[in-house]
């Protein structure tokens, strides 16, 4: 009986023991399935991964050389420059103009890098002054020095319509004109508070002002109904410059201080420029560029004991106008007050532009202008 007992006792062991055999053995096929399954998934995201990374960059590449060769859309152009914009809204902005002298005193100049349009014109002693155009909503934080207005600046203002026009007082013929033309003006003898005077350096080589300033002033004295000029230039796409390029073109305004060297690079198809033989950086140490440099010609005299110039700005003159290395001969015309002044070529087309920041140098018969 004892040896019956023993020996079931014997085979309930090791039924025991062949049962946790077996369960050990299908834990262990379970977690060999488990690590098994986990392998391929790892396995299958790698691929995954790998094949849509791939297929992504060569789908940039693809784009990217597709879209090199695309022709960007120009939807509407922007009557001041011709630079493309988006929306019909942008095609004729609000605009600021702002005499900043060029006396040695008044060097390095600050924000004129940032104009749109610039004209740059002898005055008194035929050293040069300047006249920069801007977009009302632009930033510029410093602009300046600020100094007087001449009557023949007011024939060119006057074919942007009716912008601000900040100065400091002015000839007397210009401040005439101002008042009886109803200008629409930032004169610090009468909104100093939209200036301020610089405390490095000397006055009257010491005004300035910003765009924060005269935003504040259009919002306080506009006339809702002021409108800017719709006439434009013409604008297109102009070809680079192949053969017999032009470089260099070289103004002077008599004095050897206001000198004026343009270089062009073809690589950036611009213009910079320098001043006296360096190149002219602005306060903030940025250099000036320019994608269109027009030469108008005009004939001047002396009005006055101070020196003052009267300019033909009416009427028609020589012109010269670089871009992308490409020179054009023509010649100006200004009909009217509030008349764009145009350019033509030799066959009497309108000559088109490039888009882009212009400068207008306005050079007398006292001038020297160079290129090479």
């Known amino acids: 009986m004892k040896k019956t007992i023993l020996e079931n006792k014997k085979v309930s062991k090791k039924k025991k023991k062949q049962v946790k055999k077996t369960k050990d053995i299908r834990i262990f096929n379970f977690l060999s399935f488990i690590l098994i399954f986990s392998g391929f998934l790892l396995l299958a995201y790698f691929f995954y991964n790998y094949f849509i990374f791939y297929k992504n ?40 103009v702002v005499m900043i002298e ?16 610039v004209y740059e014109a002898p005055v008194e002693a035929n050293y040069s002054r300047f006249m920069a155009i801007y977009l009302k909503d632009d930033e ?31 000839a007397p013929l210009a401040l005439e004109r101002i008042k009886n033309e109803n200008i629409f ?42 409108k ?14 192949e053969e017999n390029c032009i470089n260099n073109v070289y103004i002077s305004f008599l004095d050897p201080y206001y000198t004026v060297d343009w270089k062009y690079s073809s690589s950036t198809e611009k213009y910079l420029r320098y001043q006296v033989g360096y190149k002219h950086l602005v306060q903030d140490g940025s250099k000036i560029f320019a994608d269109i440099i027009i030469v108008q010609y005009v004939n001047t005299k002396v009005i ?16 010269e106008i670089f871009q ?3 020179k054009v001969f023509g010649f100006w015309q200004k009909d009217d007050l509030n008349l764009k ?17 212009i400068w207008i140098e306005v050079v007398n018969q006292n001038c020297d202008v160079k290129d090479y």
């Open 228 to 241: 800017m000029n719709t006439s434009s230039w013409q604008f297109g796409d102009i070809e680079n410059c």
């Open 341 to 357: 002044t145009r350019f033509y070529n030799e066959n009497n087309e309108e000559i088109i532009l490039n888009s882009g920041k």
């Open 102 to 117: 060029n006396h040695t005193d008044a060097r390095p100049q600050s924000g004129l890098e940032k104009a749109n349009i």
């Open 57 to 96: 960059i060569n789908n940039g590449t693809k784009e990217t050389e597709v879209n090199e060769d695309e022709e960007v859309e120009c939807n509407y152009r922007r009557i001041i420059d011709g630079v493309c914009v988006d929306f019909q809204k942008d095609v004729n902005p609000d605009l600021v």
């Open 304 to 319: 006055d004991e101070v020196g003052r110039l009267e300019m033909d700005t009416f009427g028609t003159g020589k012109v």
């Open 140 to 170: 510029v934080v410093k602009v300046g020095p600020i100094r007087s207005a001449r009557p023949y600046y007011l024939d060119w203002l006057s074919e942007y319509g009716k912008p601000l026009y900040i100065h400091i007082g002015g």
């Open 185 to 226: 003006d930032m004169n610090e003898f009468y909104r100093g508070s939209y200036f301020w005077r610089s405390s490095d350096r000397y006055a009257p080589h010491n005004a300035y002002s910003s765009s924060n300033l005269w935003q504040a002033d259009w919002k306080k004295y506009s006339d809702e109904n002021i």
């Open 324 to 326: 992308k290395g490409n």
